[in-house]
């Protein structure tokens, strides 16, 4: 019999819970054995799965690059692995390894939907800047003006604060699965539903982090507080404004905001790997909250992008607000983007300089980033996360070289094109007519 041994709890959360993957490596407790061989459908089969929808061929993208890449995520690290590529010289979307763990599984799908954990957090915070766009709160507008008595004893804490993590509020996964004892029992607490002032006690129950922008701490928990003032401002549930105020003026068409467990339609299931593969088609998403409960594709994402890098989403100098770090170091984090050189040039200032998030759920990892003018998108997707002993992150950095790469222009423009309609404060009311 094997038995499973947790060094720290601790560390299983921090193993566990959505975060900036790319900049914090976090050492996971679990038994030191392989990861299961998993099946892996013929490049036949995955061509004749994706059909011929957009993305096949690569139309000037250097598609068997791309393709080779995602095949040593699925061979390595995971179950699947999807991607899409967008360019000024083409579009590619690809799929590597089976949507399901089943005798007869079916190959992935470049349009298969899978939760985006940590990239709902740019939308919210997008959701926030339109309201300063309205005039209706500015990034000083602290919590106790809209919520009073949520943080007792912790205000003034700003909008600002809150989507740049810099708030200094505790991280509410720590003491909701820091008694895991198992991973069964680790499944078992993330699949229980729970309300967002039930994540707000299990923060305040912890130590305050840091004086309130002060240093820079990676939390959830910010992203909760903002879209309870959201929710509060527009007596709306944060839900109905991502679905009106984001997925549809972005043409987001298979996008959601599940309340539940389980993805409706084709999608990639999650596995959580110890010891075996644990599925985790039980998660209930309200422990994420509007922190990561969101569920997308790969062509949702970059839609995303485009639309927020062009003005349909904020006026452009909302997005540079939006987009401007305001911490140094290896994470240069602004309100809910990080930002990256671009691999097109050799300069780190002004339009060469890309921006997205990750996501990182318990059992997918996600990597989605836009050029400054929208032009130049990728996302790439990956299920099936190893907690084995001295598992790594998955390597996004080679895909994302490779990606920004294949969609280099000739020309680096100096000024942004206007090819989408600008953003208005009345544009959600307008996409629902």
């Not at 001295?390 to 000024?415: D, I, L, N, R, S």
């Amino acid at each position: 019999m094997t038995h499973l041994t947790l060094r720290r709890p601790a560390m299983i959360i921090a193993a566990l819970a959505t975060s900036v993957a790319l900049t914090i490596a976090v050492p996971v407790p679990a038994p030191a054995v392989a990861v299961p061989q998993l099946p892996t459908p013929t490049a036949s089969e995955h061509a004749a799965a994706m059909g011929p929808g957009p993305g096949r061929p690569g139309h000037g993208l250097d598609e068997r690059r791309l393709q080779e890449a995602l095949d040593v995520f699925t061979a390595e690290y995971g179950v699947a692995a999807v991607a899409e590529v967008v360019g000024p010289n083409g579009h590619w979307a690809g799929a590597s390894g089976v949507r399901r763990l089943d005798p007869n599984p079916r190959p992935a799908r470049p349009q298969d939907q899978f939760r985006i954990a940590s990239l709902t957090k740019p939308m919210v915070a997008t959701l926030a800047l339109q309201e300063v766009a309205r005039r209706r709160w500015s990034l000083s507008t602290t919590v106790d003006s809209v919520l009073p008595g949520l943080l007792p004893g912790h205000d003034p804490i700003t909008v600002e604060q809150l989507l740049s993590h810099r708030s200094g509020l505790p991280e509410y996964l720590t003491p909701i699965i820091g008694g895991a004892a198992s991973p069964q029992q680790a499944v078992d607490l993330v699949s229980v539903p729970r309300t967002d002032h039930e994540l707000i006690g299990y923060a305040l129950a912890q130590p305050w982090a840091f004086e309130p922008g002060t240093a820079f701490g990676y939390s959830n928990t910010n992203y909760v507080v903002v879209a309870m003032m959201l929710a509060a401002l527009n007596r709306r549930p944060v839900a109905d404004l991502i679905r009106d105020r984001i997925f549809r003026p972005a043409r987001m068409h298979h996008s959601s905001y599940p309340s539940g467990p389980g993805i409706t339609g084709a999608h990639l299931s999650e596995y959580a790997i110890f010891d075996r593969p644990y599925t985790l088609d039980t998660f209930d998403p309200s422990l994420f909250s509007s922190a990561g409960a969101v569920v997308s594709t790969t062509e949702d994402l970059n839609r995303f992008w485009r639309a927020l890098a062009t003005g349909r989403l904020l006026p452009r100098s909302l997005v540079d607000t939006m987009t401007t770090p305001l911490t140094a170091g290896t994470l240069p984090y602004g309100l809910g983007t990080f930002t990256a050189p671009d691999p097109c040039s050799v300069s780190e200032a002004g339009d060469h300089i890309v921006f997205g998030h990750d996501g990182l759920s318990f059992g997918t990892h996600t990597l989605s980033m836009t050029s400054r003018d929208g032009q130049r998108r990728f996302t790439v997707a990956t299920t099936g996360r190893s907690f084995a002993a001295g598992a790594t992150p998955v390597p996004f950095e080679q895909f994302f070289a490779a990606a920004f790469t294949a969609t280099c222009p000739a020309t680096h423009p100096t000024t942004r094109r206007s090819v989408e309609p600008m953003w208005t404060p009345d544009r959600d009311t307008a996409a629902r007519q």
